[in-house]
């Protein structure tokens, strides 16, 4: 008998859902007999703690589930039992992919990796690649591909340019790091926190900076330059301040809005028109239910940067899984640096 977590009811705001709807009940090994012949039943070891998670939980995400579900948007494991149009061995080590199974798919199977137990369609399983741990495979795809699509397919970024990350201590930031240096670029990272930026830069950002001065610093930095390039998962104040860090002709990375989630957002045009720059939108999802093709090149990139030894994960922290309040408060407080995983 394994368990799962179950939200109920959406939230009005992510930490009320957390705490009033989300319980975790007990689990049986999913009935084989009840299992379509091309499903796959995944004993989870690793669920990573999202961000996505706490938003959805509030209907604050662009796919909003149906209660009642259980989160976990991705996780990797072992499998325990597969239908008979499958190739796959009990036993075998996997990662589960989120664009194809669980909270944020579209497909049938919408329950996630809180749980002993996921279940997922053949299509959604791959082999955990290179020498990924589950702790780290479960951190792989939404991290990295989200990464790739607003760094690469949209901002274009190459080797020799700028690049100022914020928010460069949470999970997707991390992985925007990685992913800037990896094709060449020079990264100047921000956070709040001297000891979170320590591990960034330890995880290669060149240059790592706080954000009270913001302009100034990135000029110094850039020889009075600024940088060609801005990926902005924050959001609010810190946005508008950015538009006076850039080179004439920028490009400009909205990739969300961790600091007011529910709030809307705004960034002055005269400055846009002013320096020159193009604004992108970067939805990863959203662009990639519009042309699932783009996948194609980012997913072949990650994983040979795997296979390579260039990429990994970085896991600050896990927790049991009847833990999985306290791990949603710490990712909500913005406490985890990188990745943070559950264990059923």
């Known amino acids: 008998m394994g368990q799962r977590v179950v939200i109920s009811e959406l939230g009005t705001q992510p930490l009320e859902a957390i705490d ?18 091309r499903d796959v039943v995944i004993a989870v070891a690793s669920a990573t703690v999202g961000w996505v998670d706490l938003i959805m939980a509030a209907g604050m995400y662009q796919h909003v589930p149906k209660p009642p579900y259980t989160p976990g948007l991705e996780y990797a494991g072992t499998i325990a039992w597969a239908g008979a149009e499958t190739d796959l061995v009990v036993g075998a080590r996997v990662v589960v992919d989120p664009f194809l199974a669980g909270p944020r798919s579209l497909g049938a199977h919408r ?14 399983v791959h082999a955990i690649p290179g020498a990924l741990t589950f702790d780290q495979a479960c951190n792989l795809f939404g991290n990295y ?3 790739y699509h607003c760094l690469i397919a949209r901002g274009r970024l190459a080797a020799g340019e700028t690049v ?28 709040r926190s001297e000891a979170k930026l320590a591990i960034v830069k330890a995880q290669g950002a060149d240059h790592v900076i706080g954000t009270q001065s913001l302009r100034d610093d ?22 508008a301040a950015s538009l006076r ?15 007011t989630p529910g709030a809307v957002n705004q960034l002055p045009t005269n400055l846009i028109m002013m320096k020159g720059l193009d ?3 970067c939805p990863t999802v959203i662009s990639t239910v519009n042309d699932p093709s783009i996948r194609i090149a980012r997913l072949a990139q990650i994983m040979a940067w795997v296979q390579a030894g260039q990429l990994t994960p ?17 990712k909500w407080r913005g406490e985890l640096v990188g990745g943070a995983v559950l264990h059923p």
């Open 218 to 239: 990135v000029k110094r930095l850039t020889n009075g330059r600024g940088v060609d390039v801005v990926y902005d998962g924050v959001g609010g104040d810190i946005s």
């Open 111 to 124: 329950d996630g990796g809180f749980a002993s137990f996921a279940i997922a369609p053949v299509e959604a």
């Open 20 to 37: 009033q709807f989300a319980s975790l009940v007990d689990q049986a090994m999913p009935d084989p007999a009840q299992l379509g012949p």
């Open 164 to 191: 100022l990350i914020h928010g460069a201590s949470g999970s997707v930031g991390l992985a925007a790091v990685h992913v800037a240096k990896l094709v060449g670029a020079t990264v100047i990272a921000t956070g």
């Open 245 to 259: 860090c850039v080179h004439f002709g920028a490009r400009y990375l909205i990739v969300g809005w961790a600091a």
């Open 279 to 281: 604004v992108l939108g």
């Open 314 to 330: 970085y896991v600050s922290r896990t927790y049991p899984l009847a833990e999985f309040k306290a791990a949603l408060h710490a």
């Open 145 to 147: 591909e989200t990464a």
